[in-house]
């Protein structure tokens, strides 16, 4: 068998970091062809460390690993995109940690996913580019649950497969998409969708991201939306994602022009 090169490259979107020791750092990396991985940054929480501001969460850089006996080591950090736009902004910088956190929570480490990648790649890069946060999380939501194998039925009943109406239809994610009004009972819990949020969804699917950031939501759709799809996240994934929470409190705030202090972007635990 031929032995693994023992430095390698990629390319990857920082997802999260977590302090180790008096000057060390564990981050979790989302590649393109590594898949999700841990590796460890020695020395990065001091001031002179040059791989400092190329390891930041949320940042897309080029690394240089070595391996290592249980974790691999960053030799080399080089930011591709620092995204300062979503950092300067806290809707943008909570959608933004929302997306990683569930980027990261669906995956296990070392399963090759490109297509995961590639959607939060288009996450942050609308992001940054302007578009509406609560669009591109519903965008990314839908998603990159079919990504992960748990695609939402919207063109039929998911129960028997019949034919849905233009009426108030039930998202249920245990039936594993919408349910017409006869499979309602038994579908199990969900939230009732109106026909715009249903069309929503549908285009949602159909078109990139850039183009789903065009359409404009009211408040009411916009919340009906993220009120279903949280439900169905929280059903996939068993648990409240953290990032939610932040999500929430930055909704409530009056204003939301102030910059994100560095410290809120990490995580200190483990998911
Ligand atoms: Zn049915």
Same mark, same amino acid.
């Given at each position: 068998?031929a032995?693994?090169?023992?430095?390698?490259?990629?390319?990857g979107?920082?997802?999260?970091?977590?302090?180790?020791?008096?000057?060390?750092?564990?981050?979790?990396?989302?590649?393109?062809?590594?898949?999700?991985?841990?590796?460890?940054?020695?020395?990065?929480?001091?001031t002179?460390?040059?791989?400092?501001?190329?390891?930041?969460?949320?940042?897309?850089?080029?690394?240089?690993?070595?391996?290592?006996?249980?974790?691999?080591v960053?030799?080399?950090?080089?930011?591709?995109?620092?995204?300062?736009?979503?950092?300067?902004?806290?809707?943008?910088?909570?959608?933004?940690?929302?997306?990683?956190?569930?980027?990261?929570?669906?995956?296990?480490e #070392?399963?090759?996913?490109?297509?995961? /990648? =590639? *959607?939060? %790649?288009a +996450?942050?890069?609308a992001?940054? &580019?302007?578009?509406? !946060?609560?669009?591109?999380?519903?965008?990314?939501?839908? #998603?990159?649950?079919?990504?992960?194998? /748990? =695609? *939402?039925? %919207?063109? +039929?009943?998911?129960?028997?497969? &019949?034919?849905?109406? !233009?009426?108030?239809?039930?998202?249920?994610?245990n039936?594993?998409?919408?349910?017409c009004?006869?499979?309602?009972?038994?579908?199990? +819990?969900?939230?009732?969708?109106?026909?715009?949020?249903?069309?929503?969804?549908?285009?949602?699917?159909?078109?990139?991201?850039?183009?789903?950031?065009?359409?404009r939501?009211?408040?009411?759709? +916009?919340?009906?939306?993220?009120?279903?799809?949280?439900?169905?996240?929280?059903?996939?994934?068993?648990?409240?994602?953290?990032?939610?929470?932040?999500?929430?409190?930055?909704?409530?705030?009056?204003?939301?022009?102030?910059?994100?202090?560095?410290?809120?972007?990490?995580?200190?635990?483990?998911?």
């Amino acid at each position: 068998m031929a032995e693994r090169p023992r430095v390698y490259k990629t390319e990857g979107i920082i997802l999260r970091r977590r302090n180790l020791g008096e000057a060390d750092s564990i981050f979790t990396v989302l590649s393109a062809h590594e898949g999700k991985f841990d590796a460890i940054a020695k020395g990065v929480r001091k001031t002179r460390s040059r791989m400092r501001g190329h390891l930041e969460p949320l940042t897309r850089s080029r690394l240089l690993l070595a391996r290592g006996r249980s974790l691999d080591v960053f030799t080399q950090a080089e930011t591709v995109a620092p995204y300062r736009a979503i950092r300067d902004d806290l809707e943008r910088s909570a959608t933004a940690i929302y997306c990683a956190e569930l980027a990261d929570r669906f995956t296990i480490e #070392h399963a090759e996913n490109p297509g995961l /990648y =590639e *959607l939060l %790649l288009a +996450a942050l890069e609308a992001l940054d &580019g302007g578009s509406p !946060p609560g669009a591109v999380a519903r965008y990314f939501e839908l #998603h990159l649950l079919s990504l992960m194998g /748990y =695609e *939402l039925q %919207l063109d +039929a009943c998911a129960a028997c497969r &019949g034919r849905l109406e !233009p009426v108030e239809t039930l998202l249920s994610a245990n039936a594993g998409g919408l349910v017409c009004e006869r499979c309602r009972a038994k579908a199990g +819990a969900g939230r009732l969708l109106g026909v715009r949020a249903m069309k929503v969804l549908r285009y949602a699917r159909n078109v990139d991201i850039g183009a789903f950031g065009e359409v404009r939501l009211d408040q009411a759709l +916009a919340k009906e939306l993220e009120g279903a799809m949280a439900e169905v996240i929280s059903h996939f994934l068993e648990r409240e994602p953290r990032a939610r929470r932040f999500l929430e409190i930055v909704a409530a705030l009056p204003g939301r022009e102030n910059a994100l202090a560095p410290g809120i972007v990490e995580s200190e635990q483990g998911p």
